[in-house]
């Protein structure tokens, strides 16, 4: 299994904090429930959550049930981080607060997720949704489970809202579709060609489930948008008028009439 994940960050002044991490089980009572990812996001509210806090929560209440089955030890984990997370919760702004976790053992994955982030599954240069929901639908204080299997040369596809939506405007899924296999270093570069499109902060993770390959790797990749703040635009603009040959020459002019006049005034 392959884990590549995209960072974008690319607009000012965006009040939110995203978080991901990727633990790789080490004891053999670790193993026996698999890799364990979480992504977290939260914006101005919620001061109190600490994204890190709640992965660590879930990641020992998890891994304390390796007795249990991989699905029995999920489930139960989940039901306390439900638990944990409602008497954390500013119940008013929870909407604020994006959570995901995934766990992965062999060719079973279980998944579970709080807000807005999307989910995909690709097989065969095909997409499935595994995280539709209604846009008018209540927002859930629970964490919701997903349960499957996973194939040789699948995709599992997690993005924040706003890559996706841009995923979506900029056809990345459409040349995802096309790329099957998939291939990490072509995905890569169509990221760079639409550079530009993305004007918001977020992520995209992908797991990669390659024919054959058996040993785990992960890698990260960073699109940083250059934003000019409005006083970096003015210094420049500033420093391109004095630059040119006529205003040099007025202010030699100004600064030899200011020396006359100092010199008048001490010698006068």
């Avoid at 989910?119 to 919701?144: A, T, Y």
């Avoid at 169509?190 to 977020?202: C, H």
């Amino acid at each position: 299994m392959q884990v590549f994940e995209f960072y974008f960050q690319s607009k000012l002044g965006e009040e939110k904090i995203i978080k991901s991490s990727f633990f790789e089980p080490k004891t053999i009572y670790e193993k026996r429930l698999g890799s364990l990812y979480f992504l977290g996001e939260k914006g101005s509210f919620n001061e109190e959550v600490s994204l890190e806090e709640i992965f660590v929560f879930f990641k020992e209440r998890f891994y304390k049930k390796s007795a249990l089955s991989f699905q029995k030890a999920f489930e139960e984990a989940i039901k306390e981080i439900n638990f944990y997370l409602k008497g954390k919760l500013n119940q008013t702004f929870s909407p604020d607060l994006n959570l995901l976790f995934l766990a992965i053992k062999d060719k079973k994955f279980a998944l579970a997720k709080l807000g807005k982030f999307e989910i995909q599954l690709v097989r065969g240069g095909k997409i499935f949704n595994l995280s539709k929901r209604n846009k008018k639908e209540r927002f859930s204080f629970s964490l919701k489970i997903i349960l499957g299997r996973v194939f040789s040369e699948d995709l599992i596809l997690i993005n924040t809202e706003q890559i996706f939506e841009i995923f979506e405007k900029s056809k990345i899924f459409e040349h995802l579709k096309k790329m099957y296999p998939f291939n990490p270093k072509e995905f890569k570069e169509v990221l760079e060609s639409k550079k530009e499109d993305f004007k918001k902060t977020g992520v995209c993770a992908i797991f990669f489930f390659q024919k054959g390959k058996t040993d785990f790797s992960k890698e990260s990749f960073s699109f940083k948008k250059e934003v000019k703040t409005e006083i970096q635009k003015r210094k420049e603009i500033l420093l391109n008028i004095l630059e040119k040959k006529e205003v040099k020459l007025i202010l030699a002019f100004l600064f030899f009439l200011f020396l006359s006049f100092i010199l008048t005034k001490i010698l006068g």
